[in-house]
């Protein structure tokens, strides 16, 4: 069974940075990325990146974040940079292969002053 397991959420100042990480139990995915859910609002794509290296971004965090994996590792992370409040939400990590598609059991980001 595939697991993914993230780390590194918390509470940032608005401005602050935070990187978060996830591990996958197996290999090989397609793609894996980051999702994020704020309260009361659907769950919505932040940045995926394929195995080729591929990635997608949403409107609101490009040029702030920057997703990145290791294949080798099974590893996908999400450097998010110069943080604003409404960034904060449960990040969720995803990963898909050839006959599904897997989520971590998400992670909480609160930017506030």
């Known amino acids: 069974q595939v697991q993914l397991v993230e780390s590194g959420g918390g509470l940032v100042q608005p401005g602050g940075s935070l990187r978060l990480s996830c591990t996958a139990s197996r290999n090989i995915f397609r793609t894996m990325g980051w999702y994020r859910q704020a309260p009361g609002k659907q769950r919505e794509l932040v940045a995926t990146?394929?195995?080729?290296?591929?990635?997608t971004y949403a409107d609101s965090v490009k040029g702030r974040f920057t997703v990145s994996r290791d294949n080798a590792e099974n590893t996908v992370s999400l450097q998010m940079n110069s943080l604003k409040p409404e960034d904060t939400a449960v990040y969720y990590c995803y990963a898909n292969r050839v006959g599904g598609a897997y989520w971590g059991q998400g992670t909480q980001v609160t930017v506030s002053s």
């Open positions: 990146i394929t195995s080729g290296g591929s990635t």
